[in-house]
């Protein structure tokens, strides 16, 4: 069992439902970024989402996307991400971290080398938005075989047909997207969402975590109402790329993830 499987099973048997929260490693600088990262548990999180800087974010919106150009001037790389969840880990055991990102970076490491110190550094599981079911044997399925969750995204357009092909390989958890486009360009609607979330989580049985539009403690209480719980992302950014304290990021992120306890 993953930290990821240990969480949902912990959570589920408190009815609670999962609040996620996606920062960029890196943003601004490495100790920032790390000082944020550790005090995301304190403020509720339940499952970190650590972005991997990438030069062509082509499923992010421009809050995600500024946040990777400033951790990539400030140096920050696949090895010095690893390096920040490593720093973590001496003082978190218990908090999944899943390594969220484009494929380039992890090919051009080597998967084999990658995977090996990925679980070194304390990651739990990966989500690589540019690689589809039929690349699987690429990286999906090394990846479970050597202890990692491989989570896949379903969108919108995720029809009958499409849908038991995306959830084949798929663990840990589903993310569902629930707008059509990129993060932070639209508000996710409940009453849209629920039904997408139902089916999904009907022919998978994992948990359905909802993200993309989830910007405020209510929407975070309204999308967690309809679906096992909510990931936030542009929203947190946002605060840290406008230079606000450590402090009041993790207070935002607080009232988000009571928001979605509170479903």
Known sequence: MTRIDAKFAELSKAGKKAFVA??????PDFETSLEVVRGLPAAGVDVIELGLPFTDPMADGPTIQLAGQRALEGGMTLQRTLDLARAFREEDQTTPIVL???YNPIYSRGVDRFLAESIDAGIDGLIVVDLPPEEDSE???????????????????????RLPRVLQ?????VYYVSIT???GAA???????????????????LPVIVGFGVNTPEKSRAIADVADGVVVGSAIVGKIGAGETVSDVLAFVKTLSDG???A
């Open 181 to 183: 486009g990129i993060t």
């Open 139 to 161: 990286l999906c399925l090394p990846a479970q075989a050597a202890g990692l969750n491989f989570i896949r995204l379903a969108t919108p357009t995720t029809d009958a047909k």
């Open 169 to 173: 390989n798929t663990s840990g958890f």
């Open 22 to 27: 996606y920062v960029m490693a890196g943003d």
């Open 260 to 262: 979605a306890h509170s």
């Open 100 to 102: 969220m990102g484009y």
């Open 187 to 205: 508000e996710a609607q409940a009453g849209d969402v629920g039904p997408e979330v139902a089916r999904i989580k009907s022919a998978s049985g």
